[in-house]
């Protein structure tokens, strides 16, 4: 058996920062965060949102992301990383 070429961290990196349910999630979230405890709760939310969107991309074979899905594990951290800043945002300049 071949052994396995790692992913490009700036792949996943990319990925994380790119990924549109990230953005619109944390920052829908964020916006409604009444206190600063509650941004985790949003980037986390966030971060599972964007993973469910990276799958169903992978499944259907849309983008060549495949090679990404196979470092689900350090995609969902850096959406959760890119999460808690489109979070912390969304509550700084546009608080409900």
Same mark, same amino acid.
């Given at each position: 058996m071949p052994p396995a070429v790692p992913v490009d961290l700036a792949a996943v990196i990319l990925t994380a920062l790119l990924n549109p349910a990230v953005i619109v999630v944390a920052f829908w979230l964020g916006r409604s965060a009444d206190q600063r405890q509650k941004l985790p709760v949003a980037a986390f939310a966030a971060a599972l949102a964007g993973s469910v969107l990276l799958y169903v991309v992978v499944r259907l074979g849309l983008t060549a992301a /495949?090679? +990404? *899905?196979? /470092?689900? /594990? *350090? +995609?969902?951290?850096a959406q959760f990383v890119f999460g808690l800043g489109w979070a912390y945002l969304g509550r700084r300049f546009f608080p409900r």
């Open positions: /495949a090679q +990404v *899905g196979r /470092a689900a /594990a *350090g +995609v969902f951290i």
